[in-house]
Structure formats: structure tokens, C-alpha cells
């Protein structure tokens, strides 16, 4: 099976500048077109298989809310926060912390105007460093009671999607989207709200983000608001391979945080198989 099995088109891309409906979503800047490919797929119906739907997409997006709201409404699927499923299991937490290290690769450089291209180059050890994460992650997610499961977490590279298959071949991808300046003024208004205070820190702190901030920009954050999204969207929202809508991959968009009711209906569909 192929990376990104069930999805016809999929791309690298640092910046979604409008996340748009799936018909209407223009190829975006910056990313390469994979071939389709044939996939032969039947309909399954047994009560036994375990059913999937992971959905991922850029922090603040929505997605565990949307997870969450699944599972308190459709009492047959059971959410699963994957942030706090990897807290949880030491293994995994010391797998993820060893596969971090290749973080920096996957975020490139900052400033860089050919960042994606910078990031491509990394793609084999980046795989190498997180597979056996993600295998790992998979498995333990089998050995749980629950039949049906709304799993939210990250989903970087599509050789991720065609792991994911090989543990759960009922499963389903739902990319949660919304258009980046929004993305970002949510991210912002969420440190806020967690207590940051952006110009006692960009001022005082001396802790590495700040630091270069301030090399970059000057010693305040009043009109480095924007400079300070550029820093978000690069250090949060790095080059990830998007998810194109197919076969058992599908985009839903929550800029107004109304995306619930299109994954309600998704998780109704039947589930396909991809052989």
C-alpha cells in the first residue's frame, strides 16, 4: 500500500492561505501533486472489525472539540485525545521524546522563503526518526475495549495514513481546516487566555524564543504583533503533506467552528476498505 492510500491528490505545503471547500480548494503554493492511483476498495460491514476515524489538522483548528463533541453525541464512538494518550504511556512519551529530535528539520529555518523545499530534503530521516513512534501508537491503540474510536492528534506525513491502515483497515481521515489568519489569531488569543503576556515576555524573558525575537524585531512586542505570528506560524505551523479529499480522507472545514455537522456525516458514511 501506498502513502496516502484513499487520498487522490496530496501535497507538502507550509501555508494555507484559505481553507476553502473541498470542490473549491485551489492546489496551493508551494506543493507537489502525487499521481493517483487505483485502489481497489468493498464496502465492510462486520461488527467485529474495529472502526477508526482520526482526525488531525493545524493546532487551534478545533479538532478535539469536534472529537469530543462525537463522542458526547454518538455514544457509540469513544474520543480519544492523542496528546494525552502519549502523557499517559510511558513508552510512548520517551518514543515521541526520541523522535522529536528531528523537529527542527521539520520546521526548517526560519525566514527561509523556500522553506517547504528546505523541509523535502529531511523526509527519509524524518520518517526514520517517527515511524516507530507512530507503529507503536497504533498498536496500543488496538489493545483498547472500544469498538469505535474518534482519535485526535497530529498526522504530519501521509506515510502516516498508510501505517495507520495497516492497524486499522476500517478507518477513516478527517483533516480539520481553517483558513491560516485565523489559525493564527486563534493561537494568539489562546496564549492570552492561558495567562501569556506578550510584552512583559518579549521584553523580559530570556528563554530562546523571545531572545531572537528580539534580535529580530526590537526590544517591544506593540507593533510586532504580526512579526510575532510569523514566528507562531513557522514554530507551530511548519510544512506538513496535506490530506486531499478521496477515498476515506476527508477535509472539513471549521473556521466558524461549525464543523461538526459535516463530521457527523462522514462518520455515518459506510466504511471502506483499501486492499
Not at 32 to 44: G, R, T, Y
Not at 243 to 253: K, M, Y
Request: charged share 30%; proline share 3%.
Amino acid at each position: 500500500m501506498a502513502a496516502g492510500e484513499g487520498c487522490a491528490r496530496a501535497g507538502m505545503t507550509s501555508a494555507d492561505t484559505t481553507a476553502v471547500p473541498p470542490a473549491k480548494r485551489p492546489r496551493q503554493q508551494g506543493s507537489s501533486e502525487l499521481a493517483p492511483m487505483a485502489v481497489a476498495a468493498n464496502a465492510i460491514t462486520s461488527s467485529d472489525e474495529k472502526q477508526m476515524v482520526y482526525v488531525t489538522g493545524f493546532n487551534a483548528a478545533g479538532k478535539t472539540t469536534l472529537g469530543q463533541y462525537i463522542a458526547e453525541t454518538n455514544k457509540e464512538w469513544h474520543c480519544i485525545d492523542g496528546d494525552e494518550f502519549v502523557n499517559n504511556d510511558p513508552q510512548l512519551l520517551h518514543s515521541q521524546k526520541e523522535a522529536s529530535r528531528v523537529m527542527n528539520l521539520m520546521r526548517g529555518t526560519f525566514g527561509n522563503e523556500n522553506l517547504v523545499e528546505e523541509v523535502k530534503i529531511h523526509d527519509a530521516e524524518v520518517r526514520t526518526a517517527w515511524e516507530p513512534f507512530f507503529r507503536t501508537l497504533f498498536e496500543k491503540l488496538k489493545q483498547i475495549d472500544e469498538r469505535k474510536i474518534v482519535f485526535v492528534y497530529h498526522c504530519w506525513r501521509l506515510w502516516t495514513v498508510q501505517v495507520l491502515r495497516e492497524f486499522f483497515p476500517m478507518s477513516k481521515i478527517v483533516e480539520v481546516q481553517v483558513t491560516r489568519s485565523v489559525l493564527l489569531d486563534r493561537f494568539v488569543e489562546r496564549e492570552v487566555k492561558n495567562g501569556r503576556d506578550h510584552e512583559t515576555l518579549w521584553r523580559d524573558d530570556q528563554g530562546e524564543r523571545f531572545s531572537m525575537l528580539r534580535e529580530k524585531y526590537g526590544s517591544e512586542y506593540k507593533g510586532n504583533e504580526d512579526n510575532y505570528k510569523k514566528f507562531v506560524e513557522w514554530r507551530f505551523y511548519f510544512p506538513r503533506e496535506t490530506i486531499a479529499e478521496g477515498q476515506n480522507s476527508f477535509l472539513v472545514n471549521n473556521d466558524n467552528f461549525d464543523g461538526a455537522q459535516q463530521l457527523e456525516h462522514i462518520l455515518k458514511a459506510p466504511f471502506i476498505v483499501c486492499k
